[in-house]
């Protein structure tokens, strides 16, 4: 079912519980602003995802609504995750899904850092 990322945020989606401690996760990294974790259907050797703690739908509901100090600390969570995982000498791909096109799955939003391999460029179709 496509996410609207403009729609409001449900509480109880299965990040909005991971948060809550309701439903359990491989964390790989906690702060202020961020919870990290494996991603439980891996889509390359090294798979995270990296979620803000508070309640946003997307990226655009995040860069909208969020202070700045939370998007601040956001972001600076999502560097200091790929630089634990040892993904920044090699390379690594980050991606934030967005709505129907973007294919966006959770209405959390949710930023994937992918690493441990070699990836493709993306090509237009």
């Not at 995270?48 to 601040?72: C, M, Q, R, T």
């Amino acid at each position: 079912m496509p996410i609207d990322p403009r729609a409001p945020y449900d509480p109880n989606n299965i990040f909005a519980k991971i948060l809550r401690g309701e439903i359990p996760c491989k964390k790989v990294y906690e702060d202020n602003f961020a919870l990290a974790f494996h991603d439980i259907n891996p889509q390359a050797p090294v798979h995270l995802l990296v979620i803000p703690k508070g309640a946003y739908v997307s990226w655009d509901d995040f860069s909208e609504k969020a202070p700045a100090e939370e998007i601040a600390g956001f972001i600076r969570a999502v560097g200091q995750v790929a630089r634990e995982a040892g993904l920044v000498d090699p390379g690594y791909r980050m991606l934030a899904n967005v709505g129907g096109h973007g294919h966006q799955e959770v209405p959390h939003l949710h930023v994937h850092l992918f690493g441990g391999r070699q990836f493709y460029a993306m090509v237009p179709q």
